[in-house]
């Protein structure tokens, strides 16, 4: 059986021997919208719970926008430019308007990105900066959250009259579903920040995985700091398959995202016959495969439909590596899933970008993992090492190697970007 999966800019097919036993989950959703404009009009003249755009910005001088970085595929070239357009009509210049890429702790985004995140107009028009969660100093203390997050976020956003921020929404591997407050912290946050809500305190919790928003410690923490930082109005669309846009939230930052979250879950969950025996997933291409920190993604998304014991290969084209310098070195020293665990267990002290292998070592300890990353040198992966391959064929192999006969392999060809359950648990 021979299914294209999205791996890199061009996909790659992967090829399952017969008689093994296949299904291929796909990502549903709603169809694309017949008129884009008009239902972005729409949403930014009658949001949810909030005033329209227009009224919100009126006498305010500046604002500050926060759109997702490279790693994401958000359509800020369709959802920026009707959104501007109000914010002037509403008295605010240009030259009063800061457009901040959401790193989080990602890398800056280059000049050539920012003609692909904004499109070269509005890049070259606007004032656009990238966040950096590194200097402490261009942020703005705002004291700690209930739970005592200490809460720091890039002064640029806080000085502004008015705060927005711009994205989509799709199910995420500790929030629930991403979007909304997640363009504020961690997107804007300071490392001190982000450290504490990506910590194992954060990252062991059952209910902080894909889907789930109800009673998620993490997704009720950043809404707390997006208040904080008084997260005035979120732009959020859904997206298809194909990365055209099925819906369009905009408003009360935490009514809008309800809005957009429930739509999602009533429109795209796929479902599986039953817990697979093996798993082929990917990191949904470019640019979430990118590097092997965002690989991860794929691994977890996956994890729901996968026996106890179940074997899992994930494909990411890592053309970038394996992603920050401080996670590279922790995988290249990876001594194994439950000895890492054990090794941070205490969260006295956090690395950046420690939550990301985190999250691989919890779904290694009940599986059997495997890799298929030709972007990265074997040496460079610790213990993960011996499961790593650089043929696409000899993993295949490796994966499947003595399965039952009536073994069930589910292939998830774009990986977290789908949303899958098995069917007997959404009875």
């Not at 093994?20 to 549903?28: D, F, K, P, S």
């Not at 995140?117 to 004291?143: E, K, M, T, W």
């Not at 008015?162 to 929404?169: K, P, Y």
């Not at 739509?263 to 997933?281: C, G, K, M, R, Y």
Request: glycine share 8%; proline share 8%; net charge negative.
């Amino acid at each position: 059986m021979k299914t294209r999966f999205a791996f890199g800019k061009s996909g790659i097919d992967v090829s399952v021997p017969h008689p093994i036993g296949c299904h291929v989950a796909h990502t549903r959703s709603a169809p694309a919208l017949a008129d884009v404009a008009a239902a972005l009009n729409a949403a930014l003249d009658h949001p949810i719970g909030s005033l329209p755009l227009t009224e919100l910005a009126a006498g305010k001088r500046t604002a500050a926008i926060s759109v997702c970085d490279i790693t994401r595929p958000a359509p800020n070239r369709i959802t920026l430019p009707p959104l501007l357009a109000r914010l002037h009509a509403a008295g605010i210049p240009v030259e009063g308007i800061t457009i901040l890429i959401a790193t989080g702790l990602h890398r800056a985004a280059t000049p050539e990105e920012l003609d692909i995140i904004l499109g070269p107009g509005i890049a070259a028009q606007y004032h656009v900066v990238s966040h950096d969660a590194r200097d402490l100093a261009a942020h703005r203390p705002l004291g700690a959250t209930r739970r005592g997050t200490p809460v720091y976020i890039d002064e640029r956003f806080m000085a502004a009259d008015l705060h927005i921020t711009l994205g989509f929404v799709e199910q995420h591997l500790m929030l629930g579903f991403s979007g909304g407050r997640k363009l504020i912290a961690p997107g804007l946050a300071a490392q001190e920040t982000i450290k504490v809500i990506h910590s194992p305190r954060f990252m062991r919790e059952p209910l902080a995985t894909e889907g789930s928003i109800e009673h998620n410690p993490l997704h009720a923490e950043l809404v707390e700091i997006a208040s904080m930082a008084r997260h005035d109005f979120m732009l959020d669309v859904t997206l298809t398959r194909e990365r055209g846009i099925s819906g369009v939230f905009a408003g009360h930052p935490v009514k809008a995202h309800a809005a957009a979250v429930s739509f999602l879950e009533t429109t795209s969950l796929a479902p599986v016959p039953a817990l697979a025996d093996a798993v082929i997933t990917s990191a949904a291409g470019y640019p979430l495969d990118l590097t092997f920190y965002q690989t991860v993604k794929g691994l977890t998304a996956a994890q729901h439909i996968l026996k106890p014991g179940g074997r899992m290969l994930v494909l990411g084209e890592c053309a970038e590596g394996m992603g920050s310098p401080e996670f590279a070195r922790m995988v290249a020293s990876y001594p194994g899933h439950a000895a890492f665990l054990e090794q941070i267990r205490d969260g006295s002290r956090v690395e950046v970008d420690q939550w990301q292998l985190e999250r691989l070592a919890l779904v290694g300890v009940k599986h059997e993992l495997y890799f298929y990353t030709p972007g990265i040198p074997t040496a460079q992966f610790g213990a993960l090492a011996p499961r790593t391959f650089a043929h696409l064929d000899q993993a295949i192999a490796a994966l499947l190697e003595g399965l039952p006969a009536d073994a069930l392999v589910v292939l998830i060809p774009e990986g977290p970007y789908t949303y899958a359950r098995p069917e007997p648990a959404l009875a």
